[in-house]
Each structure stands twice: as structure tokens, then as C-alpha cells.
């Protein structure tokens, strides 16, 4: 059974503190979002990858957080230095890009939180 | 851009009744749009998706969705409520041309009254 594996699922971490997050998309999926679920911003697109290039990160805060993808089966997102308002459920979602559209599915999430 | 505005942030409905999540989207071009569920602690299943074709499009646990241009709708329904639809629910939308990316709606949170 095919799935979007992210780890860790639960971080704690003290402010300031480098945070990386994983994801293994589905194997031959070729594009990869990263987003960020809070209770008042609900889900919110960071970033996303189309053949491990970067299409878009307008989402993220590009003085402290970062997406690559060293190789097709790797995705991170790493905060550095975190902050109390980075605590949030980060999900990673992978899909195949048809030329008309991409359905996404989701990881489990990596619930973050900084004290 | 695209977006999507789903009406009412929380739905509470009985067991049994017919269930109505909104959803009303705005985009420059045809869209491409998908219903996601999400349980607590979980990430974000598919329920359903409109790409081409029929514009009523059935889904997964019995749920279905109208498309309609005119009204720039896509509105989520189940003719009867189980227990185990209680979740949260989001409608995305996806543009057809340029970076084809998914922007989701605020999530409307289920309830299923006994």
C-alpha cells in the first residue's frame, strides 16, 4: 500500500532550535507540496517541487525556513532557528503531475511544537 | 488567482440526515476541483474529484458532488449521516493551466449528533 511517509510525526523543541522535517513521497510521484495546517491560517501552501525543482516557495518565510530535495525520494523542510509561531502540523503531499492537474496525497504529518 | 470559500465553519447535522457541506471557488480559468477529509490526527484522504466530464461526481463513503459553473459551486453531499463521518472536510481547487498547485478552503468540522 502506497503512501506519503513523514517523520518524525511529533517534534518538541525550544526556540531557536534547527528543526528538519522528512518526507518519502510515493515512489514515481514526480511533484511534492509542503504545507502548514494551523487552527487560524487553516492549510497553507510553503512550497512545492515538480521533478525535485523548485516551482514555488512564495509561502514560506525565506529567512528562516528551507525546502529541498536532495533526490526523488526525499523531501525536507527544515526552520532554522525555529520560533514559537512555526508550532503547527507540517504536511508533505505527493502526486503525479498529468499536464492538467495534480492530485495529492498527504502524509500523516509531523506535528511541531516550540517552547 | 484561484481560491475557494467554504461556507460555515462547522456543521452539525443528526444521524441519519442528509448532510451539505458549500463550497464556492473563484478562478481565472476552468477549474479542477477535489473534496479532502481529514480525521483527527491524520492527514488529508481524497473523498472526490471534478476533472472533466459529468458534473455530478461520485466519491468515496457514499458522498458526491455537483459541479456548477454557473453558480461556481461544488458542494458536498451524503443523503444520510453516518457516526463515522464526523471529521474535517476541504475543498481544494486546482487550476488547469500555469502551476496546476492545490489551494484549499478553511475546512468545515462535521458533527454527527446521536
Known amino acids: 500500500d502506497a503512501r506519503v511517509t513523514q517523520t518524525p510525526r511529533d517534534k518538541v523543541t525550544e526556540m531557536g532550535q534547527e528543526v528538519t522535517m522528512r518526507c518519502q513521497p510515493i515512489l514515481g510521484h514526480n511533484t511534492v507540496f509542503w504545507y502548514r495546517q494551523t487552527m487560524m491560517q487553516g492549510l497553507e501552501l510553503l512550497a512545492y517541487?515538480?521533478?525535485?525543482?523548485?516551482?514555488?516557495d512564495s509561502g514560506m518565510p525565506k529567512d528562516r525556513f528551507s525546502a529541498e530535495m536532495p533526490d526523488a525520494t526525499l523531501a525536507t523542510l527544515k526552520i532554522q532557528p525555529s520560533e514559537p509561531r512555526d508550532s503547527a502540523v507540517y504536511f508533505c503531499?505527493?502526486?503525479?503531475?498529468?499536464?492538467?492537474?495534480?492530485?495529492?496525497?498527504f502524509g500523516q504529518g509531523t506535528r511541531l511544537t516550540v517552547v | 488567482a484561484q481560491s475557494v470559500t467554504q461556507l460555515g465553519s462547522h456543521v452539525s447535522v443528526s444521524e441519519g440526515a442528509l448532510v451539505l457541506l458549500r463550497c464556492n471557488y473563484s478562478s481565472s480559468v476552468p477549474p479542477y476541483l477535489f473534496w479532502y477529509v481529514q480525521y483527527p490526527n491524520q492527514g488529508l484522504q481524497l473523498l472526490l474529484k471534478y476533472t472533466t466530464g459529468a458534473t455530478l461526481v461520485k466519491g468515496i463513503n457514499g458522498f458526491e458532488a455537483e459541479f456548477k459553473k454557473s453558480e461556481t459551486s461544488f458542494h458536498l453531499t451524503k443523503p444520510s449521516a453516518h457516526m463515522s463521518d464526523a471529521a474535517e472536510y476541504f475543498c481544494?481547487?486546482?487550476?488547469?493551466?500555469?502551476?496546476?498547485?492545490?489551494?484549499f478552503g478553511q475546512g468545515t468540522r462535521l458533527t454527527i449528533n446521536p
Open positions: 517541487f515538480r521533478n525535485r525543482a523548485p516551482l514555488d
Open positions: 503531499a505527493s502526486g503525479t503531475a498529468t499536464g492538467t492537474y495534480t492530485e495529492a496525497f
Open positions: 481544494a481547487v486546482s487550476e488547469i493551466q500555469g502551476a496546476q498547485k492545490l489551494v
